[in-house]
């Protein structure tokens, strides 16, 4: 079945306290991404990679660090993380044209 | 002027009327449209995409994109229960700049 996968799903932490989400997808993609939902703001990017080793910043990447290392997993590093990215975050993949995005099931996150 | 604007609603009709969402955009350089879905709790799925103007449909589901007025629309016939969730509109411009920007959904509710 195709599907993109991250865990945690949900995920409370504290200020400061490194962690990672993980993200794998089983299609091949190139093209994968994540980005953060907060209500009334909708999606917003948070970085993307076009294939292995190489990534880029979207709308909203400070505070964040991704790497791709291999075509199936993107992770997101949150180095010390702030109440600020207390929020729902999606990865997802595609693609080259980036048309047909698959989404993972959503990590809640909540940074106290 | 913000790239894409999609009213949020939220919009209630009853079982079985006609919906309409819509969304509008300032880039003429979009070349691709997407309709996306997303139950609460979920990450958000593809409906249906478009490239360029013209209409495309998928059972009771409509995608018109009118380019010369930067204006897409999603039609949503015999609308059931299931159909309530939020519904996100996104374009890109295709080929190597494949980033996704999103509209911040439309929510909408179909009673019984």
């Known amino acids: 079945e195709a599907q993109v996968t991250q865990n945690p799903r949900y995920l409370i932490t504290v200020t400061g306290k490194k962690l990672t989400v993980t993200c794998s997808q089983n299609m091949n993609h190139e093209y994968m991404s994540w980005y953060r939902q907060d209500p009334g703001l909708g999606l917003r990017q948070i970085y993307y990679s076009m294939n292995v080793e190489v990534t880029d910043k979207g709308d909203v990447p400070e505070g964040y660090k991704v790497s791709r290392k291999e075509k199936r997993n993107f992770p997101l590093i949150l180095e010390s993380p702030s109440p600020n990215q207390t929020s729902l975050y999606f990865c997802?993949?595609?693609?080259?044209?980036?048309?047909?995005?698959?989404f993972g099931q959503g990590t809640r996150l909540t940074v106290v | 002027q913000k790239e894409v604007e999609q009213d949020p609603g939220p919009l209630s009709v009853p079982e079985g009327a006609i919906v309409s969402l819509n969304c509008t955009y300032s880039n003429s350089a979009f070349q691709y449209f997407m309709w996306y879905r997303q139950y609460s709790r979920k990450g958000p799925e593809l409906l249906m995409y478009t490239y360029s103007s013209g209409n495309k449909e998928d059972g009771r589901f409509t995608a018109q994109v009118d380019k010369s007025s930067k204006y897409i629309s999603l039609f949503i016939r015999d609308s059931q229960p299931s159909d309530s969730a939020t519904y996100l509109c996104a374009m890109n411009y295709g080929g190597s700049q494949g980033n996704l920007i999103f509209g911040k959904g439309t929510k909408l509710s179909v009673k019984p």
């Open positions: 997802a993949s595609s693609g080259a044209k980036n048309t047909e995005a698959f």
